[in-house]
């Protein structure tokens, strides 16, 4: 009959009751026994002799289906007890379980109490490696991902009715709603045959997937992404109405671009939410007109970039920036502009700075660039321009490899046809750096009161080289790097540390007698050529010389190699900007029609200008680039 051993059962000789043995001290022992409540069992002690062992029912494979059902109670099984044998008894063949004997089951506790859920619940539980083979199956069906549903459904609801208080007020009620809501989702699922199917199950689907991967999946999975994300837009789901949105925003092959059933999708989403980052969306699409035949809704755009910009969006606030620049729908105002843009700029040069590449910073230095190129809210100012056009140059070149963002392929060429144009009017060249008056590189390493170190190294002739390194804060989970940017020698770069030299006849010091110094801040004496380095208030060293010598470690003009390819600029309306295509036709010229897949469908638009350029001149990936479909 076997031995009286925690994790065995055991039967009260005086009463007949069977209990689970739950701990035992020498000849005490503690049984719990759920026959009169499985939610709150009781624990009693004995003496060993008070007891016997005994082996619980077993329940036959030919039985699961009928537990499973509800047609058979764990009760009727267990002889009372609320115990089953942890294996079935093999009589028939394997049962699986199906949806609809679920349901059924799941019927069968309807409006049931709390003690009756569990009695359900628990066996299914005990069983269910043996029933369930849904996790075995390697291939995607919407079968095995509703009965992966179910059966989280149900060991979420065993935790609830198990380990809530059952005291609290709508304990018995949630659980009913619970049960009632799991009843509907399954009910509609099998009368539609698989059509609808439950929210969660249809989530689970439409969270993997975004307008940026759905094309790469094979057609059965980009159809199921279709129906379960056009599902739950049907019941309003705000996260399904606004993924719809930029599907049909960006276009893809089940949501071909629509720029109408766009706009639509994000004021839906901007009314159910007030979400600005709709505000936003739907301010780029009155600004280019898309729902206008390209004549831009400049009222409407101003509105909803003003809601953006009022939340905190970046993009919204530079391209209010750029309706004031331009005067478009508003009194021209180049001041504004400018501190705009300048407030863009200096957040993102913050993120930037921290290895945020996907930030906002190339736009806004772009923008810079092109206020100090033009006049716009400030004086010209070729050199600042290039400077700003540098680092909008190396923001997009780390973005395009951070992510593949819509539109950064515009903004590229937009920096390149920039930087091109400026480069020709910005003459100086000049590859080393000589601080003679100022220390100016202390303002690269101690950006925001930061602290640095220096390492400094005696050379010949009294000459000193200097290794400045950043150290992060206390505070920081991320790397720090200064953005130094050098226009003269088309340099701009993220420095965790910088070298130096100075001139001849140089000296140093440092307090602890090393040749290292930790400083957060200088004060500089012009007369007598020194700089001293100070940590808060306290002096740790200085250095005397008449300059200090920095000299970029500029690349090498970067070789013509690789596959040559042929590029076209196209306009898609007069006074508007250009669009670079790659074209396969090397006999396009200025002047041409050639046809494009533009958002409404193939277009006819002009040719402006052709280039060739080599696979190591593009700076982009080459998918990235659009093609011309054929010449007109």
């Known amino acids: 009959m076997g031995r009286l051993e925690v994790g065995g059962y055991a039967e009260v000789i005086a009463t007949g009751r069977v209990g689970y043995i739950n701990d035992r001290n020498r000849n005490k022992i503690e049984l719990r026994f759920c026959d009169k409540s499985m939610i709150n069992p009781e624990y009693i002690y004995f003496k060993a002799t008070e007891l016997k062992p005994v082996e619980i029912n077993k329940v036959k494979i030919s039985q699961l289906k009928a537990l499973v059902r509800g047609e058979l109670s764990l009760k009727e099984l267990s002889g009372g007890t609320n115990y089953l044998w942890d294996y079935p008894e093999v009589d028939s063949k394997k049962y699986i379980a199906t949806i609809e004997d679920l349901y059924a089951g799941y019927k069968s506790i309807k409006s049931k109490t709390p003690e009756e859920v569990i009695a359900w619940l628990d066996p299914i539980i005990q069983f269910v490696d043996e029933i369930d083979d849904s996790d075995k199956k390697t291939d995607y069906s919407i079968e095995s991902e509703v009965l992966e549903y179910i059966y989280q459904d149900i060991f979420e609801l065993y935790d609830f009715v198990s380990y809530e208080d059952s005291e609290e007020p709508g304990y018995n009620d949630t659980i009913s709603k619970w049960v009632s809501k799991t009843c509907e989702e399954l009910q509609k699922y099998i009368e539609s045959k698989g059509e609808i199917v439950p929210e969660t199950v249809a989530k689970s689907l439409v969270d993997r997937f975004d307008d940026n991967n759905i094309d790469d999946q094979d057609e059965q999975t980009q159809l199921l992404f279709k129906r379960f994300l056009d599902q739950l837009c049907d019941a309003k789901d705000s996260r399904a109405i606004q993924k719809r949105g930029y599907c049909y925003y960006c276009g893809t092959k089940v949501y071909p671009n629509d720029w109408i059933k766009a706009r639509d999708a994000f004021i839906e989403y901007y009314n159910l939410t007030g979400d600005a980052s709709a505000a936003n969306t739907l301010g780029y699409i009155y600004y280019y007109g898309r729902c206008n035949d390209g004549v ?225 801040h200088i004060s500089y004496d012009n007369r007598k050529n020194i700089t001293k380095f100070y940590m808060d208030e306290k002096q740790v060293g200085s250095i005397t010389t008449a300059g200090y010598i920095y000299k970029p470690n500029v690349s090498r003009p970067q070789k013509k190699e690789g596959e040559k390819y042929h590029f076209v600029s196209i306009l898609f309306e007069k006074q508007g900007r250009t669009y670079d295509y790659l074209c396969d036709d090397q006999s396009v010229t200025a002047g041409d029609k050639v046809i494009v897949n533009g958002y409404n469908g193939e277009t006819e638009v002009e040719v402006v200008n052709t280039f060739d350029k080599f696979e190591s001149e593009i700076g982009l990936p080459i998918e990235r680039y659009k093609k011309i479909v054929r010449k007109a």
């Not at 040069?349 to 033009?374: I, S, V």
């Not at 060429?413 to 009017?425: D, M, P, Y």
């Not at 420095?495 to 007698?513: A, E, P, W």
């Open 296 to 520: 831009p809704q400049y009222e409407e755009a101003f509105k909803y970039f003003s809601i953006g910009h009022a939340y905190g969006y970046y993009e919204s606030t530079y391209k209010l920036a750029d309706m004031f620049s331009h005067g478009y729908g508003v009194k021209e105002d180049g001041k504004t502009a400018f501190r705009m843009y300048d407030y863009v700029y200096t957040d993102n040069l913050k993120r930037f700075r921290k290895g945020d590449y996907e930030c906002k910073f190339a736009d806004a230095a772009l923008r810079m660039g092109n206020c100090f190129r033009k006049g716009i809210g400030c004086s010209e100012n070729i050199e600042m321009a290039y400077a700003y056009y540098l680092e909008a140059d190396l923001a997009i070149r780390e973005r395009v490899k951070a992510a593949n963002h819509y539109g950064d392929t515009v903004v590229y060429n937009g920096i390149q046809k920039a930087l091109q144009e400026t480069r020709e009017l910005y003459k100086e060249k000049k590859k080393t750096i000589i601080f003679s008056y100022y220390p100016g590189w202390i303002k690269w390493m101690t950006v925001g009161h930061r602290r640095c170190r220096l390492t400094i190294k005696e050379l010949s002739e009294g000459v000193l080289s200097i290794k400045a390194q950043i150290l992060p804060r206390y505070d920081e989970n991320k790397e720090f790097k200064t953005l130094i940017t050098v226009p003269s020698a088309d340099y701009s770069e993220l420095r965790k540390s910088i070298r130096l030299k100075t001139k001849d006849d140089s000296s140093y010091s440092v307090v602890d007698g090393t040749n290292e110094m930790v400083f957060n």
